[in-house]
């Protein structure tokens, strides 16, 4: 009975859509810069001691914001949930919980370098498969947990 | 008493940073009073000078404005803050500072009750006090935050009453004054409820018969939405998502957007009055200290932490049946919750047991990104933000009324474009005009005494000079008195006069 519903929930989730992930990458992180440096100086005036400006407002920081903008949109639960569906949201949480649990750090770290591609302007196809493949097998240790 | 001071003092001192932080220049930042911080302080005034609101009803169950009927706790909380400090931008949002800044404390016992850790405990008080999403909240009227005040409190005195019925009756009225502060807290608080009844049966069950009692006050309570039914629903049905085309799929988006990283660390809320741009609604040195909170709660078999998790996981409901979403106003109910789940982070890394100069690497990184971000976010909050969302803050208004206040004599009519807004509750508010005189022409919102508000256009009705005051766009007599600009420099209103 386990076995049927882990392929039927299996299939759901492998048939579900590959929602496409927001055009943010390092092209778009540069293209940024420009702009939010000149109205965020143009905002502190000029009365501002011109060190804080420049602390506050200038690349490194602009460059990291986007770069976070970019990463949390792989880990957005609205884009997991439509890559996988409700079942398989929950399935992929639980096994993220399992590794963290398991403490099995090779795989924590593929899930940590993954955003990396669509930022560097790779195919964001390995994330979709692999999420997929990551709510399986969550959906798998789920079903066959002992009560 | 000595021993109390040494005991608490790092408690006392985050309680003292969390006041600094809620009432520094608590009357200039946000920039003005929004039209609802505007009304619920008129009404207050009305209230406590006539014992009628602006309508005219005596001492309401549900205080009405602009269309909207909202819960009555925030204009009574106002009053004794308008009595003492007068009906400006102190006596309105003064009560907001004072019970958040109490939500730390409160946060600090929840904490302290649910996991046991004095450590976790100050941890959380701690980044409560700094946290944006609740300072933001903290340092305006916003009945929301009274609801998160006495939500936590109803819970907290409710994990403390062991079998004490006052203290079940005491944290029953918490909840009932909480259902009875914002629209939202009539969906959250019986969530919240429930949640704890979830837990707790037990210890609610053991008190057999002398359940009674909390039953009373609440059903006493919750009169009031009873009483005002059909008026209750008003605001849900103008953002509930039942009028969306798909309102389940409008519900399971809305929800998760609230768990969305980018919402939580780097851009926050859309709306100009709850979040700085550029700020996410947490700090970002959290993001790890969240992860690993998290981690550690879930490794957790007691009740306590559970209870944290479920709370984490309900208190996206409510805002997520409404839109837009995310909403760090609807979903303010949450934050002490996060502070809790990243002080059990920072806990774990401090008391971990890695290499000492690894774990020493990791707190000095932490703590560098973390002075980064607060100083980053006090440079938004108190330079940016005033300039930037000047005009969600109805930013002008309070300089033109006073400027027409002080020449109205010399005119017959005031003529007041409707273009920003609800301009009569502004000149209400800021001329502090006599509520028992007013109640009597409320109903017309199109004028009261010698003001007059138009929308495209205005005609003259009444013989003699007349005060015409337009936005900039707006065509207006040719002699022009004073023109009035917002903060960030933008012109906001020109004061004109017609020469007969």
Redesign the interface.
């Known amino acids: 009975m386990k076995i049927i519903l882990i392929i039927i929930f299996s299939a759901i989730i492998l048939v579900q859509a590959n929602p496409s992930l927001p055009i943010c990458n390092v092209n778009t992180a540069k293209q940024a810069i420009p702009p939010r440096i000149f109205y965020e100086q143009t905002i502190d005036g000029k009365d501002q001691n011109i060190l804080l400006t420049r602390f506050l407002h200038n690349k490194i920081g602009i460059y990291a914001s986007e770069f976070g903008k970019c990463y949390a949109n792989v880990f957005d639960p609205n884009f997991i949930y439509h890559l996988l569906g409700a079942i398989g949201l929950v399935t992929w949480f639980y096994f993220v919980y399992l590794i963290a649990k398991r403490r099995l750090y090779p795989i924590i770290a593929i899930l940590a370098v993954l955003p990396m591609l669509p930022f560097l302007k790779f195919s964001p196809l390995p994330i979709l498969l692999i999420y997929k493949l990551f709510a399986i097998i969550g959906l798998a240790f789920l079903l066959s947990k002992p009560k | 008493m000595k021993s109390f001071l040494t005991r608490n003092v790092v408690l006392i001192v985050i309680m003292a940073l969390a006041a600094a932080l809620r009432f520094y220049q608590l009357g200039q930042n946000p920039p003005s009073l929004f039209v609802d911080e505007v009304s619920n302080g008129y009404n207050a005034y009305s209230i406590l000078k006539t014992g009628r609101d602006e309508y005219g009803n005596f001492l309401p169950l549900v205080v009405r404005s602009f269309g909207d009927y909202n819960p009555p706790l925030s204009a009574y909380l106002l009053i004794p803050s308008i009595a003492a400090f007068g009906l400006n931008e102190i006596g309105v949002r003064f009560p907001s500072a004072l019970l958040g800044t109490l939500t730390v404390l409160t946060t600090y016992f929840l904490a302290f009750k649910l996991l046991g850790k004095k450590k976790i405990a100050l941890l959380s008080s701690f980044l409560l006090a700094i946290s944006p999403w609740h300072l933001q909240f903290s340092r305006y009227d916003h009945e929301a935050n009274f609801m998160v005040f006495f939500g936590v409190l109803g819970v907290t005195l409710f994990l403390n009453c062991s079998k004490n019925l006052r203290v079940l009756v005491a944290s029953t009225v918490l909840f009932g004054l909480a259902l009875n502060s914002y629209q939202g807290a009539k969906i959250w608080i019986p969530i919240l409820m429930a949640t704890v009844f979830l837990f707790y049966h037990k210890e609610i069950l053991s008190f057999k018969y002398k359940l009674i009692s909390p039953f009373i006050i609440l059903f006493l309570f919750c009169l009031p939405i009873i009483l005002n039914f059909k008026t209750s629903l008003i605001r849900g049905q103008s953002v509930g998502i039942l009028a969306q085309k798909n309102p389940l799929e409008t519900f ?2 809305g929800y ?2 609230h ?4 919402f939580l ?3 926050g809320d859309s709306t100009g009055r709850h979040s700085i741009p ?1 700020m996410g609604e947490l700090y ?1 040195f959290e993001a790890p200290l969240v992860i690993l909170g998290l ?1 550690f709660l ?2 957790q078999k007691t009740m306590g932490p559970k209870f944290i998790l479920a709370w984490l996981l309900v208190a996206a409901i409510p805002p997520a049946t409404a839109t837009p979403t995310p909403h760090a106003l609807r979903g303010l109910s949450v934050i002490p919750i996060w502070s809790i789940i990243a002080a059990c982070g920072a806990y774990v890394i401090l008391s971990s047991k890695i290499k000492d100069n690894f774990k020493k690497g990791i707190t000095v990184a932490l703590i560098l990104i973390a002075s980064y971000n607060i ?2 976010y006090f ?1 938004l909050y108190y ?2 933000y005033p ?2 969302k000047a005009l969600d803050w109805s930013d002008g208004y309070k300089e033109m009324i006073q400027t027409v206040d002080n020449i109205k004599d010399d005119y017959s009519s005031i003529a007041i474009s409707t273009y920003y807004g609800h301009p009569y509750i502004f000149t209400l508010f800021y001329s502090k005009y006599d509520p028992a005189k007013y109640q009597s022409q409320s109903a017309d919102k199109t004028k009261f005494a010698k003001f007059e508000f138009f929308g495209p256009s205005w005609k003259k009705t009444k013989p003699g000079k007349a005060l015409v005051i337009t936005p900039p766009w707006q065509a207006h007599p040719d002699n022009v008195l004073k023109q009035i600009y917002s903060i960030n420099g933008d012109l906001r209103f020109t004061i004109s006069q017609t020469q007969i």
């Open positions: 399971i988006t998760l957007a768990y969305n990283p980018n660390f780097i851009s550029g970002v981690l879930i490794g100083i980053t440079h330079i940016h300039k930037e």
